[in-house]
């Protein structure tokens, strides 16, 4: 199901419901795109491979784009579609093309075109289940399993001339092996990426690739003692260092809070997770606007059903924020997000009266949890790698009264919600009989605001 959620006065409503047919377990989060439109990829269709849809967030109309069909189109989408610079979007599937290994795609959202752009075949990769990310030369990169060794490749795809290239293939032990979310590009330019096994202790490792000149680095280890596994995404916080989650590994073997200084490539594990302070947290960490790190583990606590923590990179203070105890939900498996509001928004993968699952806010001032609905079957349940984005809301005047050509016309408009692209606002003015002339240009916003 497609649904909203207001944070004023915390309304949830249904908006669509898939059948199937129109597609089904949508997978990845929903991309607003400079239509204004949402987008995003499901399974089903009328293939059961898949479909690429959009929904428009003023009428709630969904309209399925685009059935996946196996072998030239490609099958079961994975990941988030992205928008690159050029205006179109970008995606991957787990299955389909020539050699039924996946392919990746692009679609104009505004012709409705869709282009097959390259076959993977297992030596160049194969099965990609993490998100593309377009760095500052315009180029895409992404992360696969297969390749040479058949243990992951890095590769690059320039737009401008639709040229993949393979840049990397792990092996193992030097380079780490299968490679695990997404890329990052911090802010020295270099990308930065995770492996779920690899390295001299087959626990994964930290690793940079830099575009200038291609050249790949293994800066650390992981092994029992300072994390295993890595999973989620690593993130860039305000104070410049990279900072993650190891689902396994620590002092108790239930995971790690740890630090990576791009500056000297130093690795710090900062907290051992845990049974009564949380266990094996998911998903990815999140900085909210007073500076501090957000996230979640699926088990431990004083309940055993997982926690909400906060993390203070100033002084590296972990704090046990939420217990889940089952009735205020449990474990949960996504990432959190933050609203114009201030309030922290997330959701639980079990646990409520219906034990499908929880809706609720965090306030990271008062420290207070509310609980805002129970899901149950009619709302879609047991959210798993979540998250929420939050869809600008435009309010204009309307103004209905009599003027002449050359007249000036005033009137006022309020938007909110997360702007981090020019955005540009425009009138309609309708004659005597109703007839509307071309839309006319009142103004833009180019700030990354919150609330203008």
Not at 252 to 257: F, P, Y
Request: with cysteine; charged share 10%.
């Amino acid at each position: 199901m497609i649904y909203s959620f207001n944070t004023n006065g915390n309304v949830f409503s249904l908006l669509f419901d898939f059948d199937g047919t129109n597609g089904n377990s949508p997978r990845g989060t929903l991309i607003q795109t400079s239509n204004g439109l949402l987008y995003g990829i499901a399974s089903g269709g009328i293939y059961s491979y898949g479909v690429i849809f959009n929904f428009n967030p003023d009428s709630n109309a969904y309209s399925k784009l685009l059935d996946f069909n196996a072998s030239s189109v490609g099958s079961k989408p994975y990941g988030s579609l992205m928008q690159a610079r050029n205006g179109l979007l970008y995606g991957m599937t787990l299955w389909g093309g020539t050699q039924d290994v996946g392919v990746m795609f692009s679609f104009d959202h505004v012709t409705g075109d869709y282009y097959k752009l390259l076959d993977f075949d297992g030596s160049n990769g194969s099965r990609p289940s993490g998100s593309l990310i377009q760095s500052g030369n315009g180029l895409l990169y992404g992360l696969t399993i297969g390749g040479i060794y058949n243990k992951g490749v890095l590769f690059s795809f320039n737009p401008v001339g639709n040229i993949y290239s393979v840049l990397l293939d792990f092996d193992g032990i030097n380079k780490g092996q299968f490679p695990a979310g997404s890329l990052l590009q911090a802010s020295n330019g270099l990308l930065y990426g995770m492996t779920l096994g690899g390295g001299i202790n087959n626990q994964g490792v930290i690793f940079s690739f830099n575009p200038v000149g291609n050249v790949y680095s293994k800066l650390f280890e992981f092994d029992i003692i300072n994390g295993a596994i890595p999973r989620g995404n690593l993130i860039q916080a305000n104070n410049g260092l990279l900072y993650g989650i190891a689902e396994d590994g620590g002092l108790n073997n239930t995971g790690v809070l740890f630090s990576f200084n791009t500056a000297g490539n130093v690795y710090s594990k900062l907290f051992d997770f845990g049974n009564t302070n949380g266990a094996y947290p998911y998903g990815s960490l999140f900085q909210a606007d007073n500076g501090l790190l957000y996230g979640m583990s699926s088990g431990g606590g004083s309940n055993g059903r997982g926690v909400l923590f906060s993390f203070n990179p100033t002084g590296n203070i972990y704090s046990t924020q939420i217990d889940f105890d089952g009735t205020n939900g449990g474990g949960p498996s996504g990432s959190l997000s933050q609203g114009s509001n201030g309030l922290l928004y997330g959701m639980t993968t079990y646990g409520g009266i219906y034990g499908n699952g929880v809706i609720f806010d965090f306030n990271p001032i008062t420290n207070g949890y509310n609980k805002i609905r129970d899901l149950e079957s009619p709302d879609g349940i047991t959210p798993f790698h979540s998250a929420f984005i939050e869809v600008p809301v435009i309010s204009t005047d309307s103004v209905s009264t009599n003027y002449c050509a050359g007249d000036s016309l005033s009137f006022s408009f309020t938007a909110t919600g997360p702007f981090d692209s020019l955005n540009i606002f425009t009138a309609q003015l309708s004659d005597s009989n109703g007839s509307f002339a071309s839309p006319v240009n009142i103004g833009s916003i180019a700030s990354a605001s919150s609330v203008l």
